[in-house]
């Protein structure tokens, strides 16, 4: 007998029970086809700008992809020999990319239940056409055919950002990008749809191997010199003015804990200044980090780009991964945070302030009631960000759902956010997440919490709305489906 | 086609699987009508000695929630604006209560998911007849209808306490109230109805604001000189006794941590006596506050007063609407805690007593399979607290059994304490418990792991046995859902 | 009407949405006749080895039973009011087991929701045969007819073992053990079935009372002297040595905290000196154990013994239990534990090291999907032990299942880890695990994230294939359900 064709399920992903199904199908329904608002991600903006093949399957779907690598590294594979390229590649990797992706198929059993194989399936079946699902005996065949599908001018990123209906891609920048890819692409008609973020972790950290010549390299972008802790913060508002005029909405945070304690100017001063002479110990790095958060708060008020916060990974937790490969190959690992400590000094100064908003992430699923869903339904400013890395998959999404929704409600959350690196699989997170809240609606509606109409007009803001929303890309009075007027707005239109 | 009217569902809040359900249906009618056991909560005595009116539909349903308050403020609109007075009232607040109710109701969206959704269309449909859901559209047809309901004889406080067939419902009072309200309230043949609990928050933190004035006036009310830690403890002990005398049976501790360590007698007396001169620093106040913890539980093995613990929340988390509003105005967030360590030394000394008894509550969920289900499933003095504040919801009652019970069982929980300042919220809070504990039995029988007659017998214990046995208001002998005899009973008995 | 007779429901634990039950049926049909892998566990090998009777029904069933105890003191009973016998026999306790047998029967609804009441129902329904729910009115009838079983020469220890279908089972043993009974054991054809696991706590915490005698009875039984830190180590190893011979593949380890960060050799020699005169202070003893886990790995990387690490339990937390009773006794409670933080110079070290395999338990929930899936999910060297303690129960399985898989997968997690010391609980345990496995599994299959065969082959790994994986009881090559080959082994076959 044949083998079933390899297909996706239309039901995938929603609930079993059977009321609950049925009612999830139908909200999905509402919100399936809007197109994607992708606020927070790691594209190659380069890329995008010169229209870039994707080269190979391995290149494309296997090496740089440190969710799929580390899991097979977890299994007893080598890193080097799924073709990941080391610091010194003349201590040898594989270049056979076919034998790369044959490895990954053949161990397509490690990934069932994780996020990998859903999306991965996703990418297989409805993007690429695969029909057989990745083995030892399959490999082949489907390296092949998707080696050829890959050529085809149909398969450019242009074309497939159109097919999957994207409205809006926010890539990540480090503050001393000329932001020229971005101009090209305004220049081409596309700059509304692919903006710049301004992510500056490599200059708030004077304790990191390569602070000092971020900053150098910070100082000749600006056509500024920086010799003190004033002219840096001088160029660090400028090079978010020149963001804000790339059609940037938001800065981006990867923090080590969340602590927002700002420093006096001397101190700042101080280790700023020590800093440019000789690398600084870890606590005055982390101080200084934390009070340029605050500084980057104080920044927001002003210029209106949107902070998000990742905190509470604990990078490269193998030397010998990080010295070979370098950073970002699969050994970060999460750790608690407090962020009601942490942020408490942001909030206290700006998180009133109509003009600031913050979104706070989390791999510490352990804040999110306790923590976040009481700051994000507390403070206008804050808004909970969509589950993020780890937590990015069905049960991640759900307990979000579960755990934030009873004290922050929904409109208090950012809406999904894909927070990926890895172009042909927004598609399928952002169908997974429409998928996941479906079914969490759905089960409202089923325990006669919410009605139906509600449900789905929940479920289209979650997806498109408050995405937009979230990162100010749209003003609340501009859409049905957000707060009624404020008292202030309400006054003037008497 | 005309709307159809609003009402509730009644199977909402039962699981939706339908074998579940069916059971779960049963379940719940065998606790459904059960009388209410209110042994914590925030209600004015005041207000049901004078057996008050409720005022206008904004300041019973609007203005003195935080919970709802929090909501709308942290969408954007003003605390000011919805009628909450500020400190200095000439800064400006709202005061027509009608245009409160408006925002309110406009904004009816924002509370999709949340339990005070929940409770408010049960108060709305089921108090208060309401058909229409608020909106912008019908916010004064309601606000209308529920000044003229609210008008009604049959709608004071006393009226509702009948009609809402509370058996009993405990206050929450200061060491140096002189209970005259509770004794009003005896001599109208209330007193078992309604009782107080003694609060000894704000004598317990010698670095707060009003400490030495609580002081004096906890001198004042008891006849005695507080002039040293001394004389200070045995005033505790005498107010304590007083509130024995009027009913009471517990006592209300909301701690930062729960640190319970007892300090010398020699340190305590040291910081008190500088108190008394001039402030203290937060950690003395802490440490003084933990020995206080453990004095208390020395003071329950005498005169029988039931602990309970509430710890985890840093209060006030922006100074701005903190010197706006005062405190309890939604800006309390939880931290986490560490129960194990903190409450060690108290349960060391008095956790095998058979005369003490503590009621531990949490919202930082984390610890309840990790400390205490452990601990109330080891120590005879323990029970477990049911969920509180952001915990009391749907979600979060349904968490706590699934975390809970399989190490502490049902026996070691405290049954359901609603912890409300809302009166007309009582209701829906107890029903919606009852309903959430029926979904948990049902699902143990639907998988076979429980008897339907064990299911019903215990869903009766939850909502009704167990807070008065947890309290003693009632002894474990008077109830056939109870542990059977003790070793010493059983001899007593031959 | 006759009361039914009391019998297990073939669908037990098994999901009740009627789509996951019926995938769930035939899942756990696949997985529920496997041979049991019982990995870590603390029977007494005398027992096997003399192939004791197991006594009468409470010294079977209730007194060593800390699980069960702890709930009934929790409710007001006294230890040793349940034949527990204190240190100091003349304190007086029951020696009446009929009575204990009674107390325990008449309070059976304490155990409602729990695993013990889970385990206690397929012991005594499945093993034992008794047809009547424990009470008042049936305790002495079972007890007699338990009495009468128990006598039965198909009721002793080997024959069981035999019922059970066990194909191995550990042991925990001293150190200073002399492995005689193992080696009876083996002599008599079943060293294969029963083997040691080493567990060196004893000799690993000098701050301990009775951690000299553990080193001297350590020197005697290696019979080499040890008086320095050196020759410590060298012992260490040759115990080592002596347990791989007669058939350990593991070691085991219950810290106090997850922290593994080396001594110097020189600090590590003072500690060691110091405590060998006088004992050492509680932060000496948790670093020279922080050290020995460290060395521990170094020495399982050449003897390639597995290492088990249990941390996070604050043990007796009641000192009057403790001097009581000694320890074990039910007040032992879990505290937060950092992974992340704690494991780290271990795992930088080892952690891609082929030849090492550690398995990581917790009973900190909350470092499930925060730390311990990341770890799994990158460390080729680390498995995600299963839940363990409290969590051992069906919600705790279900949840570490949710809360593991989309991280880590299921493959690097260790399969199912009974660690009872409850001989006749043991069907109970795997066949519960067999049900929660494929409870989640149907989930999947019936989300469409999984196909059935899938889910089928991984039940079977997780209940067999995998235990014996983590454990190197069995090569990765010997079964088609593991990773395909390594690129090391491909190019060998070439």
Known sequence: MAKPTWRLHPDRALPTDPLQREIAREIYASSAELPIISMHGHIDVGAIDRNDAFGDPA????????????????QGL?????????????????????????????????FRGTPTRYWME?????????????????????????????????????????????????????PDSDLSEHAALAADGWGARVIPTFRPDGIFYPDRA??????????????????????????????????????????????LSADTTPLSASDAERIFAEALQCPVDAAKGAAFAANMLFESARMSVEDGLVMQLHPGVQRDHSDEIAQTFGPDHGFD????????????????????????RIILFTIDETVYSRELAPLAGAYPSVRLGAPWWFLDSPGGMARFRE??????????????????????????RHDLSRRIDAGYLAKLV?????????????????????????????????????PAQTPQQERAAR
């Open 122 to 174: 996703h990418e297989l079946v409805e993007v690429f056409g695969i029909t057989e699902e990745p083995s030892a005996a399959s490999a082949d065949a489907i390296y092949d055919q998707l080696s050829a599908t890959l050529a085809r001018p149909e398969f450019r990123i242009r074309e497939l950002f159109n097919r999957f209906n994207i409205e809006v891609l926010s890539t990540t920048d480090a």
């Open 446 to 482: 089923a325990e006669h919490r919410l009605s139906f109409d509600e449900a789905t007009e929940t479920a289209i803001d979650l997806a498109y709305t408050l995405p937009l929303l979230a990162y100010k890309r749209r003003d609340a009075g501009e859409t049905a489906s957000t």
């Open 333 to 356: 690992i999460p750790r608690a945070i407090d962020y009601t400590r942490g942020i408490h000094p942001l909030l206290n100064a700006f998180g009133l302030d109509p003009r600031f």
């Open 210 to 255: 390569g602070w000092r010549a971020s900053i150098r390299s910070l100082a000749t972008r600006n056509g500024t010199d920086i010799t003190d802790y004033r002219s840096f913060l001088a160029a660090v508002q400028e090079r978010r003015f020149a963001f804000v005029a790339a059609g940037a909405l938001a800065t981006d945070h990867g923090h």
């Open 78 to 110: 080598r890193t080097e020999d799924l073709g990941v390229r080391p610091l010194d590649p003349a201590a040898g990797y594989e270049t056979d990319h076919r034998a790369v992706w044959r490895r990954f198929a053949e161990n397509w059993k490690l």
């Open 59 to 74: 290149e494309l779907l296997i090496i740089p992809d440190h969710y799929l690598v580390r899991m097979l590294v977890s």
């Open 403 to 428: 755990l934030v929704t009873e004290t922050a409600g929904f409109y208090n959350t950012s809406g999904f956010v894909d927070d990926t690196r890895a172009f042909t699989s927004i598609p399928a």
